[in-house]
């Protein structure tokens, strides 16, 4: 008798609580139950600050984190802010995939510096590794070779590069800011400065190779000093003497005169090389998008260019890179200009945020899921670059666009009107909400 009469209190006050919840409404904003699993959140996640705020960032968002009580590095902060106060949506765990240039060590030489990105500093980045480079007007980066191919972007001034391919036929030519060169692996080539700026040229390298590092590259100073001088003189037929002079040890960058603008190469019995090693960027119009632009450069356009594909993207203030993901490709991303933010999505519930500004390397393994939003005031600019022949990619928005309204709805619940609206094409860049 006592557990029944336990047992019909229970009743009794379950139905009390029953009768005194408010019934619910139409017009109410709060969802209702999922019939699988609840809705998203819908916490606030916007960006907390950027580099240049006047404050002292703390690890607080909405009603989570504390403050900061022991040392802090509030630059570094300041330029993180979706590391120090992640959004409530990360969850997991993603390997690092930033590395500001700023922190790699720097080669310094006499005509300029050189400093590398690779997998010995950013593990996730497994596919390609990236160089800054420095000359100084009329610097040499000697002639050289690599086991990896080498593609460029110029920031600033001129080079002029020089080759020789397999089949003896020789290539020169002087590219300007914003234009590339790629040499296949193993091809000697050699960068000058040119004095078309009085600071001379700055550029990045980018090897279709994660491991690569800029210290272990074919010169030829450091062959030649590691040779017998007999050895020497009977490969090229002359005297001992005639390498009384060579340097006994590499020279990697050197100062030397500039080169003259109408510098031609010497007349070659097998002529010159049939498939160009440049490639004018510059002067390829950008593609106009609703919230920036993009150039898109690969084999298709620039057919020596095997094994790197890339793009430059323009992102205006509020706007974002839509989206998307590589279906085969990793990514190499190097900002340009601006502050941007990204969450990666690597599945299994794994995402995580990691903010960007100039000068930084950003990494995006295949098939991971992605966008870049701009977060400052001001227009970012940054590459995507590719270990592969041809740009792909694809669209989130595009891919449900193309899918059966039904089989959309069934999974998000959106509303016909919202479904319907889906961009069927690319947009790559979209503007402000």
């Known amino acids: 008798m006592a557990k029944l009469a336990v047992c019909c209190l229970a ?10 919840a ?11 139950s999922s019939p699988t699993v609840p ?18 960032p703390v690890p607080e968002r909405g009603g989570l984190g504390a403050s900061i009580l022991g040392p802090q590095n509030i630059p570094i902060d300041l330029e993180n802010p979706d590391l120090l106060a992640p959004p409530t949506t990360d969850n997991g765990d993603v390997p690092n995939a930033k590395w500001p240039m700023g922190l790699s060590h720097n080669r310094l030489q006499t005509g300029g510096w050189a400093r590398q990105q690779n997998i010995e500093v950013m593990s996730i980045a497994t596919e390609m590794a990236g160089v800054n480079m420095r000359l100084e007007a009329g610097a040499i980066r000697e002639l050289h070779w690599h ?8 920031f600033k001034g001129g080079v002029q590069v020089t080759s020789v391919n397999s089949d003896g036929q020789n290539f020169i030519d002087t590219v300007g800011p914003g234009d590339l060169w790629y040499f296949p692996a193993g091809i000697p080539h050699s960068l000058q400065a040119t004095n078309d700026s009085a600071e001379g040229a700055e550029f990045l390298l980018v090897f279709d190779d994660g491991t690569f590092s800029e210290d272990a590259t074919f010169l030829l100073t450091d062959w030649l000093a590691h040779v017998p001088k007999e050895v020497i003189a009977k490969n090229f037929q002359t005297s001992l003497s005639a390498f009384d002079e060579i340097p006994s040890r590499e020279l990697y960058i050197f100062p030397a005169a500039a080169p003259p603008d109408n ?5 070659d019995p097998q002529g010159t090389a049939p498939s160009s090693f440049t490639y004018a960027l510059s002067n390829v119009s950008a593609t106009p998008l609703s919230g920036g632009s993009v150039k ?3 084999s298709t356009v620039f057919p020596i260019s095997q094994t790197i594909a890339a793009a430059v993207v323009t992102i205006d203030p509020g706007a974002m890179r ?5 279906p085969t490709q990793d990514e190499w991303s190097f900002f340009l200009e601006g502050n941007a933010r990204m969450t990666i999505f690597a599945s299994s519930s794994n995402a995580r945020t990691f903010d960007y500004q100039a000068g930084d390397v950003g990494y995006v393994p295949a098939s991971y899921g992605h966008y870049v939003e701009n977060i400052g005031n001001t227009t970012v600019t ?6 592969t022949d041809k740009y792909q990619d694809v669209s989130l928005q595009q891919w449900l666009a193309l899918t059966p309204p039904a089989l959309v709805k069934a999974h998000l619940q959106l509303s016909d009107e919202t479904i319907a609206g889906l961009n069927k094409t690319k947009h790559t860049v979209v503007g402000p909400a």
């Open 39 to 56: 809705y998203a959140s819908d916490d606030p996640n916007a960006v907390l600050y950027v580099p240049n705020s006047d404050i002292v």
């Open 263 to 267: 510098q031609q190469a010497p007349s």
């Open 11 to 20: 009743i009794q006050i379950f139905a009390a609580i029953v009768a005194a």
């Open 382 to 387: 940054f590459l995507e670059i590719f270990k």
């Open 147 to 154: 086991k990896t191919a080498e593609w460029a972007y110029i």
């Open 296 to 298: 898109v450069v690969d």
């Open 22 to 32: 408010p019934a619910s409404s139409s017009t109410s904003s709060a969802p209702s």
């Open 322 to 326: 839509e989206m998307h993901w590589h």
